[in-house]
């Protein structure tokens, strides 16, 4: 059986008569003929039923139409998986990112990559957010998720939220300081005992925010996150730092956060490694990332407006 002919008779037959399909398919009409005789003498059966009125199928033809249109149906879909089976991305992507980001949607992040692309080796790296940076500036990672208060063009980065910081701290230290835990303006921080980790984008943060100070904030060398988070609980003085950081504590109420007026705000960003083309698996995870912090806004897990 010559298949073109078989897809030809599928298409004819959409027609009331042979004329009407002649016209349509942009072939002779005797040409027609000639192709329906063939394969109706290769099968040794009548297919359609010709008179004035056009043409009619008859049981063998329209069990013959129907059964090729599946075939070739099948066969379309195979062409299509067997395209995106070439054209799927794979291999693997290094992805950074800090503590408090990794825990809000790195197993969100790892579960969807491993559902929807399960080529692709997702390799998670946590630093804290200058070890991120520098991570990504030598290399040594495809994509990361940082913060900064300004874009980091160099990396090709694109700003995925702008989030909003808070004062954070005991309800021992707001009230011995005389503080709302509602609104904290930016004059009445001058004469707080803030605790800094060292980061180079926050410090910079509040070295401007704070430049007529007389005394600078008190950086806690080689800190991490959560030593400073345990002498803010041990009322030694307060943080500025994003909702995400501080969410666990402040939703139990070991700790509290107060709105900072005029806001401040730094950007939380995904970039790639510099001169290094993009990977089609690291193009995919970074939308993936996109998708997933818009969920996260959504749900009220994450405070803030899109970049």
Sequence with gaps: MDLKDLQ?????????????????????????SRRLLRLEHQLGVSLLIRSARGIELT?????????????????????????????????????????????????????????????????LHEYHN?????????????????????????????????EPLYLIGSLKSFRSAGLS????????LMDLPLIIPEDRSINRIIGQLLSQRKTLAHAVPGSTVHTVKGLI????????????????????GRL?????????????????????????AAAVTKKVISSSVDVLLQSGQWRGERG
């Design 181 to 188: 835990t509602d609104v904290a303006r930016v004059e009445a």
């Design 59 to 123: 049981p063998e033809g329209e069990h013959l139409a129907k059964k090729a249109q599946g075939i070739f149906d099948q066969i379309h879909a195979l062409q299509n998986e067997i395209v995106t089976m070439s054209s799927r991305p794979s291999g693997v992507v290094k992805l950074g990112f800090t503590p408090s980001v990794a825990r809000t949607f790195g197993p969100k992040l790892a579960a969807t990559i491993a559902s929807s692309c399960p080529e692709i080796n997702l390799i």
């Design 256 to 280: 509290l956060m107060a709105n900072i007026e005029p806001s401040i705000v730094w950007l939380l960003q995904v970039g790639c490694a510099p001169r290094r083309p993009l990977s089609p």
């Design 130 to 162: 200058d070890k991120v940076v520098d991570e990504l500036q030598q290399g040594n990672l495809d994509l990361a998720c940082f913060y900064s208060e300004r874009r980091e063009t160099e990396l090709d980065a694109n700003v995925l939220l702008r």
């Design 8 to 32: 030809l008779f599928i298409r004819l037959v959409k027609y009331p008569s042979l004329s009407e399909a002649s016209e349509r398919l942009y072939i002779a009409q005797s040409a027609l």
């Design 233 to 252: 609980a041990d009322d030694k003085g307060f943080a500025i730092w994003p909702y995400v950081v501080v969410q666990d504590e402040v939703m139990d």
